[in-house]
């Protein structure tokens, strides 16, 4: 008896949600609400694009040599096996 209440339960919120989710959305944006959006994101963006460059050129300069290194290691190591045999 318990399934059948959890069944009917479960087909409700079903019904429920498709019934309540599909409907126009009246939330345009008017002209002044566009702009204010346009220069908020432009500001985030000029500050943001500052960090993210410097955290992406700190990180560069950070693994770039060890990759590099590791690199070299594999192929004198390569280099080598060829002129061992």
Sequence with gaps: MNKKILLWII???FLG?????????NKAF???EYKIIDSLYRVKLKE???KMDSLCDSVYNAEFPVMVDSIKQVRKKEILDLIGD
Excluded: L, P, Q, W
């Design 11 to 13: 087909y409700i919120c």
């Design 30 to 32: 008017t002209t002044e």
């Design 48 to 50: 943001s694009k500052g």
């Design 17 to 25: 949600f498709f019934c309540f989710s599909c409907g126009e959305s």
